[in-house]
C-alpha cells in the first residue's frame, strides 16, 4: 500500500480515456471543489483531467499553506516550468545557507 503523504515522484500513466464533454464536466466539479475550499477532492479531480490550470491553482495554494513540497508536486504534474524551477531554486538556497553554517 502506497504511502498517504510525503513527497513520491508516481508515474500517472495514460490518461485516463474520458469524452470532451465528460473532461469539462470533471473540471466545473473540480472548480466548484477548490472554490469551496474542498482541496482534496479538486486535486484528485484534476489530477484525473490532466487540468494544469487547476493544478498551478492547487500549487498555488499549497504555497501559501507553506507546503511548498506538494506545491511543487503539483507544478511538477501540470505541467508548470516556471514554478518548479522558482521553487527549486529557493530550496537550493536554503541547503546553500545550511552548508555555510556548518562551515
Do not use: C
Not at 40 to 61: E, H, M, P, Q, W
Not at 62 to 77: F, S, V
Request: hydrophobic share 40%.
Amino acid at each position: 500500500m502506497p504511502p498517504s503523504s510525503g513527497f513520491l515522484k508516481v508515474d500517472l500513466g495514460a490518461p485516463p480515456k474520458v469524452s470532451g464533454a465528460d473532461r469539462a464536466a470533471l473540471i466545473r466539479r473540480g472548480n466548484e471543489f477548490f472554490n469551496e475550499g474542498r482541496y482534496d477532492l479538486a486535486k484528485r479531480v484534476f489530477i484525473t483531467a490532466r487540468y494544469g490550470d487547476g493544478l498551478i491553482r492547487l500549487g498555488d495554494y499549497h504555497l501559501k499553506q507553506n507546503e511548498p513540497l506538494e506545491a511543487l508536486r503539483l507544478y511538477q504534474i501540470a505541467p508548470e516550468p516556471r514554478k518548479a524551477a522558482d521553487l527549486i531554486e529557493r530550496f537550493a538556497d536554503i541547503v546553500r545557507r545550511w552548508l555555510e553554517e556548518d562551515e
